[in-house]
């Protein structure tokens, strides 16, 4: 169905639920739509490449270069038929990431987190999901690691407001994963060392479905 672009989505501050969460859930579908439209895909940096080893920086500057780089990536998000994409991802050292991701109740989210924190968890929510876990910078491997299947993070959007996020499940091993891009951690960083030469040999073997910036 194509996009109304007279009542396209041009940003906002989202609602927030009674527990001060954005309900990142309300015109999901618009909101993507108009951030991909106003984009251009870039290509993946892929494991090997040093912006993706090393803490990203503060976004400091919430500006149009900014709102840019995050319609470019989620343009690169649909491309790339990911759930999720950090900054360091497309090559820009910025602690940003943007999600397209379904929870284990088929509800979407979609949102922006600038400068995000993982939130401890207090130890009745650290029940463990073992579930496969993939990335676009390792492509076409995929390994089961167990993470918390709660996760709450805190960050501001894209235009420099507070917020906070939450999400069970699969959601929550999204919002995890994009939060360790940006400090400089892959999901393959977190296998044991059989395990991520497994992961490396089946990128090596597979062919990305999408644009990659080759390591020199």
Partial sequence: MAQDT??????GVLPVDDEGFVIDTEDAEERETAYR???TSRPITVVGNPVLHKECKDVTAFDDELAKLVDDMFATQRVAQGVGVAAN?????????????????????VGVVCNPVLQELPADRRSLDDSGEGCLSVPTAYAPLARPDYAVVTGQ????NPIKVRGNGYFARCLQHETDHLYGYLYIDRLSKRERKDALRQMEEGTPRYPVVPND
Avoid: A, N, P
């Fill in 89 to 109: 991802q497309v090559g820009v050292d910025l602690k940003v990431f943007v999600y397209d991701c379904m929870d284990d109740e088929g509800v979407r989210h």
């Fill in 37 to 39: 439209e106003r984009g």
């Fill in 157 to 160: 959007d894209e235009q420099g």
């Fill in 6 to 11: 007279e009542q396209s989505y041009t940003g």
